[in-house]
């Protein structure tokens, strides 16, 4: 049973039985009700006709009342089983068509049913006390007998046939089962029928759908997901809302997947990048370190300084890089939230290049800081937006020539504010151009620069993003770079 076809018909089936079931019972019912009326209008007729042929009925009784019962059986003579009986206004039995009963002498028949019966409907079948059978109910056919303008008594005649469960003709039972029998088969016929309509209906795009289900799950989700796969797209009903749900889970599916093997990827490159470079700067420090260990004593002071100077520079090198790897992983953390608060972003950005004064004078670059007044009041997090802006200012003092200039500019945006800092260093090719804020990505012009670590563009994007704005480049070799930030003011 756990095939769908033999579910739904198997409850197909189940309908039919039950259906036939009932419709025996209403034919039964039926059948029963008009053989009932058939009965009580026949018994009627009967005991009119006897009236209208004897109107002196009430006084041929009285004339001879021990022989009256002998009369009552020639009117049966032709219907052996109905019974006749001759009863007083009071309901007490006077004479009988059949055997005379010990009990009559007690026994009354309740006429409030027949009185009723006759004064609102004398059509409808009457059922009250039995006469030849105390304490039972019978149906019965009852007429007033009417003596000088005076109801006497009342003629009372009993269709003994009545009972279906005894007495039911088998011409009526038989033709009510092979009726019955008939109209369930045909029913159970019929529901076959729209069963095999109705499963070749429902499991015709089911089982296309399934089939594309398995294509792209063979697959692994890559395959580009095209309307042939999905032939019921534009059905205005369950298996078309059911088949755009899978294409719209599909379509997800991919992008997290090529998601995923991106991130796979960046991981494997990001693992690479590390090893090689925390293995130059370790490698060079250890030389030293080792030169420094076994040549001390021959080498001359100038040069012990400048050995320790390059170990030094390459340790600093090392931390700056775990540094940045440690800071990018907490950034990344899934449980990391930026704490926004109300900040003037001129005033923030003239603290970092005022911490940037010194390494700018060294190096022979011109730092400017360029805002404008009135600026609006921007929730950030303040030390997440001061790394960053200390990120774009290091590169930019870090690839700009002795006489050269850094300008950091904090202007209005059409959606924010935005945050430039610009050199007239050398610029981006445009091949590095899209990947400057990858993750240890390096041009070809900073894997000559020391100190580089190719993390500090990205985490500057990454705080772009956890305020809800963006990092962007546009720059132009041989004419210097702009970096910027853009930031909403309601981020």
Not at 90 to 95: E, K
Not at 131 to 145: I, L, S, T, Y
Not at 369 to 374: A, E, K, R, V
Not at 397 to 422: H, K
Request: hydrophobic content about 40%; glycine content about 6%; proline content about 5%.
């Amino acid at each position: 049973m756990k095939s769908l076809r033999a579910r739904v018909l198997m409850l197909i089936v189940g309908f039919g039985l039950l259906m036939a079931a009932l419709l025996a019972s209403i034919m039964y019912a039926s059948v029963r009700e008009y053989y009932n009326d058939w009965l009580y209008g026949n018994s009627s007729r009967f005991a009119e006709r006897i009236l209208e042929a004897h109107p002196n009925l009430w006084r041929d009784y009285e004339a001879d009342p021990a022989s009256f019962g002998q009369q009552l059986r020639q009117y049966t003579l032709y219907s052996p089983n109905t019974g006749l009986y001759l009863l007083d206004d009071g309901g007490r039995v006077l004479a009988s068509a059949g055997e005379s009963r010990p009990f009559w002498s007690e026994h009354q028949v309740d006429l409030s049913p027949v009185r009723q019966s006759l004064n609102s409907d004398p059509k409808q079948p009457v059922h009250t006390t039995d006469p030849d059978q105390q304490g039972e109910v019978c149906m019965v056919a009852a007429r007033p007998v009417v003596q000088d303008g005076v109801t006497k008594g009342w003629l009372f005649v009993v269709p003994r046939q009545a009972s279906l469960r005894e007495q039911m003709p088998e011409m009526l039972r038989s033709y009510a089962i092979r009726t019955t029998a008939k109209v369930a088969l045909m029913t159970i016929a019929i529901g076959v029928l729209l069963t095999i309509a109705m499963i070749a209906l429902l499991t015709r795009p089911l089982t296309a759908l399934t089939r594309a289900t398995e294509r792209i799950r063979k697959s692994g989700f890559c395959d580009d997901l095209c309307a042939s796969q999905f032939p019921d797209l534009d059905r205005d009903d369950e298996i078309g809302r059911l088949s755009r749900t899978f294409r719209d889970t599909f379509d997800r599916l991919k992008l997290e997947t090529e998601r995923v093997q991106t991130t796979d990827a960046k991981r494997r490159e990001m693992v690479a990048s590390v090893s090689h470079d925390l293995r130059t700067p370790l490698t060079a420090l250890m030389g030293q370190l080792e030169t420094i260990r076994l040549k001390g004593e021959a080498l001359s002071d100038p040069a012990r300084r400048e050995l320790l100077e390059r170990a030094m520079q390459n340790a600093q090198h090392l931390r700056r890089l775990t540094d940045a790897l440690a800071e990018l992983a907490r950034l990344d953390s899934p449980d990391f939230q930026a704490q926004p608060e109300p900040i003037a972003i001129g005033e923030l950005a003239d603290d970092v290049v005022q911490r940037f004064a010194a390494s700018a004078q060294e190096a022979g670059v011109k730092l400017e800081i360029d805002y404008p007044d009135g600026l609006p009041l921007t929730r950030v997090d303040a030390a997440l937006v001061e790394r960053a802006l200390a990120n774009l200012l290091d590169n930019a003092l870090r690839v700009t020539p002795a006489g050269g200039q850094v300008t950091v500019r904090v202007l209005p945006d059409r959606s924010g504010i935005r945050v430039e800092v610009v050199d007239t260093g050398p610029g981006v090719s445009p091949e590095d151009q899209p990947r400057v804020f990858d993750r240890f990505f390096q041009g070809s012009r900073a894997r000559d620069q020391r100190g580089a670590s190719g993390l500090g563009l990205a985490i500057v994007k990454r705080v772009a993003e956890l305020h809800g704005g963006q990092a962007g480049l546009k720059s132009e070799p041989g004419h210097g770079s702009t970096f910027f930030i853009e930031l909403p003011v309601s981020a």
